[in-house]
Structures are given as structure tokens and as C-alpha cells.
């Protein structure tokens, strides 16, 4: 059975950074293009970031371009989502997601796989 699990996220203070981790099982991990979604309190979920299943494509919203990192490792069946400078604003639970596709998508619609989440918070 196809598997996400995310983990990494925590309290950081402003202008701190995280590593978040999506670690996969139940499925050949390399076939998948990966999404990573986020959604903050009262509001929808949203794309943050997303990589093609070999690692040579990736897509970031603009709110997070040259703050965030997405790379994948898929020897560990793992992908990563580096998060530095950040911001109270990207106080969120993150999601990654996986679609069987070569490229990945912006939208969640695109994804039919989802882990449970992992909150990020960033606050003084």
C-alpha cells in the first residue's frame, strides 16, 4: 500500500530554517512526481513546491523562490524540502503528495497520494 510520511517540521524563529522529509514506501518510488502543499489556518491548501520523478524539474510558488529547496534522494525513497528565511507567514502543516506522472503539478487536484502532515511553525 502506497505510503507518505512526512516529518522535520517544528518551532522555528523567524529567519530560521527546517528541513522537511517525505519519505515513501508501498510504491517504486521513481515513477512518482512529488508535491509539496502546505495550508495555514483558515485558508486553503496550497502549492508550495514540486519536483518530476528524476529530479530534473522542479516548480516553486512565488512566495517561496530562493528560500525553499526541493531535491529528492531515490536511492532512500525520500524527498526533501530545505526551508530557509523563513517567515511567520509560512507558518503552515505541510503535505507532500504523489502523482504518477513524469512531471510534476501545481495543483493538488493532480495528486491522488497524500501523507498526514507536518506542522511547521514560525513565531518569535
Known amino acids: 500500500q502506497l505510503q507518505l510520511v512526512e516529518s522535520g517540521g517544528g518551532l522555528v524563529q523567524p529567519g530560521g530554517s527546517l528541513r522537511l522529509s517525505c519519505a515513501a514506501s508501498g510504491f517504486t518510488w521513481d515513477y512518482y512526481a512529488i508535491g509539496w502543499f502546505r495550508q495555514a489556518p483558515g485558508k486553503e491548501r496550497e502549492g508550495v513546491s514540486c519536483i518530476s520523478r528524476s529530479g530534473s524539474s522542479t516548480k516553486y510558488a512565488d512566495s517561496v523562490k530562493g528560500r525553499f529547496t526541493i531535491s529528492r534522494d531515490n536511492a532512500k525513497n525520500t524527498v526533501y524540502l530545505q526551508m530557509n528565511s523563513l517567515k511567520p507567514e509560512d507558518t503552515a502543516v505541510y503535505y507532500c503528495?504523489?502523482?504518477?506522472?513524469?512531471?510534476?503539478?501545481?495543483?493538488?487536484?493532480?495528486?491522488?497520494?497524500w501523507g498526514q502532515g507536518t506542522q511547521v511553525t514560525v513565531s518569535s
Open positions: 503528495a504523489a502523482r504518477g506522472q513524469a512531471m510534476c503539478a501545481e495543483v493538488r487536484s493532480e495528486y491522488p497520494y
